[in-house]
């Protein structure tokens, strides 16, 4: 699944634009990733400018 590190991320927005299942949602100072729309196509990896967004096999507690 995709993760952000939301400690990290600058709410640029360049994630939302790219993601073609329109499945990112940013708010003022949050962003959030419906799991269960995501396709994990990855895009919103390689367009992060700051690379705070991974992929993980499973989700870690
Ligand atoms: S992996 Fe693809 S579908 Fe999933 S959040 Fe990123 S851009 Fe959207
Ligand atoms: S592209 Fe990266 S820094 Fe920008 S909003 Fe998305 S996760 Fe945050």
Redesign the pocket.
């Known amino acids: 699944m ?1 993760k952000v590190d939301k400690d990290e991320c600058d709410f640029c927005g360049a ?1 939302v634009a ?4 329109d ?2 949602e940013l708010f003022e100072e949050d962003i959030e ?1 419906d799991i269960k729309k ?7 990896i390689y367009v992060c400018p700051i690379e705070v967004i991974s992929y993980v096999e499973h989700e870690t507690l």
């Open positions: 995709i994630c790219v993601c073609p299942a499945c990112i990733i995501c396709t994990e196509c990855k895009l919103c």
